[in-house]
C-alpha cells in the first residue's frame, strides 16, 4: 500500500518552502526551529504535564525509603542548657535559681514482628538554690534515668504481613508513578505526532493554495494573449483575473491558519521563545519515515496503562487488608524498665511486666473506613478490567479502520488523478481557445477538492495509525524523519 501512496503522492505534491513574512515576530524574537525529534523531546520534557511528573519525583523516592526503612531503629539526640530565677509571693517570699544542662540519646525501633522497641538515656546536671535553705541543696548535682520499654503486639500483627504490608503498598505506588512516567511519553510522543501531522497538513494545504495562485496566474497570462489575438473577450480576460485574486485569497488564509497552528503547538510547551518546525517534504514522506521507525507491538498486559492500573488495584488491596487489623481487639505483651542514679538520692530500679487487653465494640468510623477502603479497591479493579477491555477494543478497532483508511485512500489517489487529466486537458483547450475560463476553473476547482481531500484521508491514515501505536504500545524511532 505505501508504494502506491508515495508514487501517487510524489506526481500530484510540488514542494515549496514558506517563509513568514517580517513582522510576524514580536521585534528582537528570534524563533527556535526544531525538527520533529526535537520537537517531540519538547513536549515530552517541556510540557505542563510532564514538568507537574517530574516535579513529583523526589517526594515519591523519599516516601519509598521511608517506608522501607520503617524497619530500622531511629536515633534522636537532645540537649539543653538553661537558667532560671523565680520569685513566688504565697504565704512567704521565695526567691528560687536554678542552672545546668540536660542531654541524652533515645531510640525506637519497630521489628519485623511488630514488636516495637524504645529506650532513652537521659543526664541532668545543675543546682537550684533558694533564700529558704530548708531541704535546699546549693551544690551541683547530677542524675541519670535510663529507660526501655518492648511492647509485641500479639493479634494486630498476626499474621506477620501486617507489617509488610505498608512497604508493599508503597513500593506498589512506586511502581505506578513509573507506569505513569511511561503512560505520559506514550500519550506525549502520540499527541506530538498528532500536532506534527496537523501542521504538515496545513502547510501541505499552502503548497496546494500556492499551485493553484501560479495556475490561475499562468490562465491569466495565456487569456492576456489570446486577447491579443482576437481569440476571447475582455470578460474571459476579467474572470481569469478574478479567479487569481480569489486563490491568493485563498492561499493567505492557509497561511494564516498555518501561524496560528503553530502559536498553539508553542503555547503546549513551558519555553520562552517562540516554536517553530521543520516540516518534511510532504505527508507522504512523513507517513514513510513514522512508519520505518515504529517498534515491535507490545502486549495488553504490559500496556504503562494497565500496569499502572493493576499496581493502584493491588496497592489498594494492601490499604484494604490493613484496615481489616483495625477492627481487632487488641492484646499487647510489655515488659518496662526504668533505672535512676541520682548523686542525691538512692539509686532506684523499677520493672514491670504483663498484658495489655482492650477492645471496643463501637467502631463505628472504623467499619465505615474498611467499608470505603473496600469499594476504592473493588472500583479500581472494575477500573482495571475497563482499561484492559478498552485497549483491546481500541486495537481491534483501529485495524479495521486502518483497512478502510486504506481503500478510501486508494481511492481518493485515483480520483486525483483523473482530475489532474482532466484539468491539463481543459487547460490545454483553453490555451488553444476552444474552452472557456469557467470551464478550466471548475475543472481546477474539482482538482483542488480532490487534492484537498486526499490530504485529508492521508492525514487521517496517518492518525489512526498513531491512534492504533498508542494501544499496541509501539515506541517510534525518528531517525528514518532527520
Known amino acids: 500500500m505505501r508504494a502506491g501512496f508515495k508514487s501517487g503522492a510524489e506526481k500530484l505534491l510540488c514542494v515549496l ?19 520533529i525529534a526535537e520537537f517531540v523531546d519538547l513536549a515530552l520534557n517541556q510540557s505542563f504535564s510532564a514538568l507537574q511528573y517530574y516535579q513529583r519525583k523526589r517526594s515519591q523516592v523519599l516516601s519509598l525509603a521511608a517506608i522501607e526503612n520503617r524497619h530500622l531503629p531511629q536515633f534522636a539526640i537532645n540537649t539543653q ?10 504565704t512567704a517570699y521565695q526567691d528560687h535559681y536554678q542552672e545546668g544542662i540536660d542531654g541524652g540519646v533515645s531510640m525506637a525501633w519497630t521489628l519485623p514482628t511488630g514488636a516495637n522497641l524504645s529506650a532513652s538515656y537521659q543526664h541532668e546536671y545543675g543546682r537550684a538554690v533558694g533564700l529558704k535553705p530548708i531541704g535546699i541543696n546549693r551544690d551541683y548535682h ?3 534515668v535510663t529507660s526501655a520499654e518492648l511492647t509485641q503486639p500479639l493479634l494486630q500483627s498476626s499474621p ?3 507489617e509488610y504490608l505498608p512497604v508493599e503498598a508503597a513500593r506498589l505506588q512506586w511502581l ?9 511519553a506514550l500519550e506525549g510522543v502520540r499527541d506530538a505526532l498528532l500536532s506534527f501531522v496537523d501542521y504538515q497538513l496545513t502547510v501541505d494545504k499552502v503548497d496546494l493554495y500556492w499551485q493553484a495562485v501560479e495556475y490561475s496566474d499562468y490562465r491569466v497570462q495565456v487569456a492576456q494573449d489570446l486577447l491579443a489575438v ?28 498555518m501561524l496560528l497552528l503553530l502559536g498553539r503547538l508553542g503555547a503546549q510547551v513551558q519555553v520562552d521563545y517562540t516554536v517553530e518546525l521543520n516540516p518534511m517534504q510532504h505527508l507522504p514522506a512523513l507517513t514513510q519515515c513514522l512508519m520505518k521507525g515504529q517498534g515491535e507491538a507490545t502486549e495488553i498486559r504490559l500496556h504503562p496503562q494497565v500496569t499502572q492500573a493493576s499496581a493502584s488495584v493491588s496497592q489498594l488491596q494492601k490499604k484494604y487488608q490493613l484496615t481489616q487489623y ?13 533505672g535512676t542514679h541520682s548523686s542525691l538520692v538512692e539509686d532506684s530500679i523499677e520493672r514491670s511486666v504483663g498484658v495489655k ?11 465505615a473506613d474498611q467499608a470505603l477502603s473496600r469499594s476504592a479497591w473493588l472500583d479500581a479493579r472494575y477500573g482495571l478490567d475497563a482499561n484492559r477491555k478498552a485497549l483491546i477494543n481500541e486495537d481491534y478497532l483501529r485495524s479495521q479502520q486502518q483497512k478502510q483508511l486504506e481503500r478510501q485512500l486508494q481511492l481518493s489517489l485515483q480520483l486525483v488523478e483523473l482530475a489532474q487529466e482532466l484539468y491539463q486537458q481543459q487547460l490545454l483547450r483553453f490555451e488553444e481557445g476552444v474552452a472557456s475560463a469557467a470551464s478550466v476553473r471548475d475543472t481546477q476547482n474539482q482538482l483542488q477538492e480532490a487534492q484537498l481531500s486526499l490530504l485529508d484521508d492521508q492525514s487521517n491514515w496517518l492518525k489512526n495509525r498513531l491512534h492504533w501505536n498508542y494501544a499496541q504500545s509501539r515506541e517510534v524511532d525518528f531517525t528514518y524523519c532527520l
Not at 518552502?17 to 514580536?26: E, K, Q
Open 17 to 35: 518552502v514558506f517563509v513568514a513574512p517580517s513582522g510576524t515576530f514580536a521585534q528582537g524574537e528570534t524563533p527556535v526551529t526544531l525538527n
Open 81 to 90: 542548657v538553661g537558667k532560671e530565677r523565680k520569685n513566688t509571693y504565697s
Open 142 to 144: 547530677s542524675t541519670e
Open 160 to 162: 506477620i504481613d501486617h
Open 176 to 184: 505506578s508513578y513509573q507506569a505513569q512516567g511511561q503512560l505520559l
Open 230 to 257: 482576437g481569440r476571447v473577450t475582455q470578460s474571459e480576460v476579467a474572470s481569469v483575473t478574478v479567479d487569481w485574486h480569489q486563490r491568493q485569497a485563498q492561499l493567505v488564509r492557509a497561511k494564516g491558519d
Open 326 to 338: 483495625d477492627l481487632w481487639p487488641k492484646l499487647d505483651l510489655f515488659y518496662r524498665y526504668k
Open 357 to 367: 487487653f482492650s477492645y471496643n465494640p463501637t467502631q463505628w468510623q472504623a467499619e
